[in-house]
């Protein structure tokens, strides 16, 4: 089995998709674009001729080889996109940096992790995901599909869910349907944090455990008998907070939510 097959990669090959997704973010000769798991091109070929630099990475030699062969123009390089170092690119003069992929299912989350803290050195993304997953990073504050991963992405981007892309779209088809989001990301936060680090143990916590009372589940993310039992005493309750940890749609409350929540050492759950 391929590393590609491993992670849950399937390939596109559906070409008027194709299409659809570059015109998404819509590369100009004066941009650098990034490919995420350009497995056989079917995206990589429309980018070359469009964008004035294309670095394609793929995680499986052989497809890489190949695909160096076939397009000599894009730089392919043999990487694992959960780790590759995204904060090092430079927007060409009057241009833009700009990433798509087609991101295996199995690590999809890890790698946008990896984009948003390398946010710096973005302009946009057209990523596709399990539809799922897609959804959650783009919901709406108040339902089920709303969560801590929608929080940290929407209070660095502008995201909307852009196209989505049934199973006979691959090759191999996947026994789901997958989304493609566009993401614009932001020159600052939604809201100004004075500590970031805070803010991000406390939207973990309060989603970690949603069946419990928030302060009970806020209190499961901190370290120390006395700051469990100090949370518990001082917030019994917190009416609503998840819904209303919605930095895109509220942030003033979201900043004043986080600010009413007793100080404690979270552990970031």
């Known amino acids: 089995m391929t590393k590609r097959r491993a992670l849950g990669q399937h390939f596109?090959?559906?070409?008027?998709?194709?299409?659809?997704?570059?015109?998404?973010?819509?590369?100009?000769?004066?941009?650098?674009?990034?490919?995420?798991?350009p497995g056989d091109g079917a995206l990589t070929g429309l980018l070359a001729g469009r964008a004035a630099r294309v670095i394609a990475l793929e995680i499986d030699r052989a497809l890489g080889a190949a695909l160096r062969a076939r397009l000599p123009a894009v730089e392919v390089l043999d990487a694992d996109a959960r780790t590759w170092d995204y904060a090092a690119l430079a927007a060409p003069a009057g241009g833009r940096v700009l990433i798509l992929g087609n991101l295996p299912y199995s690590v999809g989350k890890p790698i946008l992790t990896a984009l948003i803290a390398a946010r710096a050195a973005i302009d946009e993304m057209a990523l596709m995901l399990q539809r799922e997953v897609a959804e959650r990073i783009a919901a709406p504050p108040g339902g089920k599909a709303y969560g801590s991963l929608s929080v940290f992405t929407q209070l660095h981007c502008d995201v909307r869910l852009a196209l989505r892309v049934p199973p006979g779209a691959f090759r191999p088809p996947p026994k789901v349907d997958s989304a493609v989001l566009h993401l614009r990301v932001l020159?600052?936060?939604?809201?100004?944090?004075?500590?970031?680090?805070?803010?991000?143990?406390?939207?973990?916590?309060?989603?970690?455990?949603r069946r419990k009372m928030l302060a009970n589940a806020l209190a499961l993310g901190v370290r120390g008998a006395r700051d469990r039992a100090s949370l518990r005493r001082e917030a019994p309750q917190f009416p609503a907070i998840r819904r209303r940890l919605s930095p895109c749609r509220e942030p003033d409350t979201t900043r004043s939510v986080i600010a009413d929540i007793p100080s404690g050492n979270y552990c970031g759950c």
């Open 187 to 209: 020159r600052a936060p939604r809201i100004p944090l004075a500590d970031p680090g805070r803010f991000e143990s406390v939207v973990r916590a309060a989603f970690a455990q």
């Open 12 to 37: 596109l090959r559906d070409h008027a998709i194709a299409r659809a997704i570059v015109d998404i973010v819509a590369p100009t000769a004066q941009d650098l674009v990034v490919e995420i798991g």
